[in-house]
């Protein structure tokens, strides 16, 4: 994906790329042109490699790369925030599946523990909970990592029930 940056009073756009794989960020600055349409060139971060020049002179491009480390904090933190927030997706994600897979076992374990409290305030006393044969087994089967054979919850339908 492609963000702006800047925009100079000569029409100059400064736009970037998210945090590529391999650690670099490229800076595209576009400049219109009545004769050439436009001039344009990238700076590959951080090693502020110019490559791919069209139209721009040395001395321009040296001022480009001077805007370019000046604003240099501004897409870094930019980029490490994009990056975070796909990391944080990712680990929602993960964390989801988790929730799929235990959430059998919990919503049968909680129905096991709301119904050993109905008993006992109807009979008056406290007895001692015991999980019932069934849910026993799928406690079990938790445990050793087996999935349980039931139902998996979509927590983005129960979420939008509430």
Not at 46 to 70: H, T
Not at 72 to 87: G, H, L, N, P, S
Not at 89 to 96: A, G, R, S
């Amino acid at each position: 994906m492609i963000y702006p940056l800047l925009s100079l009073y000569d029409g100059t756009e400064f736009t970037y790329t998210d945090l590529q794989d391999d650690g670099k960020i490229i800076v595209y600055v576009e400049t219109p042109d009545v004769i050439d349409g436009f001039h344009s060139l990238e700076c590959v971060l951080p090693d502020y490699a110019i490559r791919n020049v069209q139209g721009y002179s040395e001395s321009k491009q040296n001022k480009i790369l001077e805007i370019i480390k000046n604003n240099v904090d501004k897409i870094m933190a930019q980029c490490v925030t994009f990056k975070e927030y796909a990391t944080l997706i990712n680990q929602i994600e993960e964390l989801t599946k988790k929730v799929e897979f235990y959430g059998d076992s919990v919503e049968l374990l909680l129905e096991e523990i709301v119904d050993f409290r109905l008993e006992s305030i109807g009979e008056g006393k406290a007895k001692p909970f015991e999980l019932s044969p069934e849910a026993e087994a799928l406690m079990q089967r938790n445990i050793k990592g087996e999935r349980p054979a039931s139902r998996i919850i979509d927590l983005r339908q129960s979420s939008s029930k509430e």
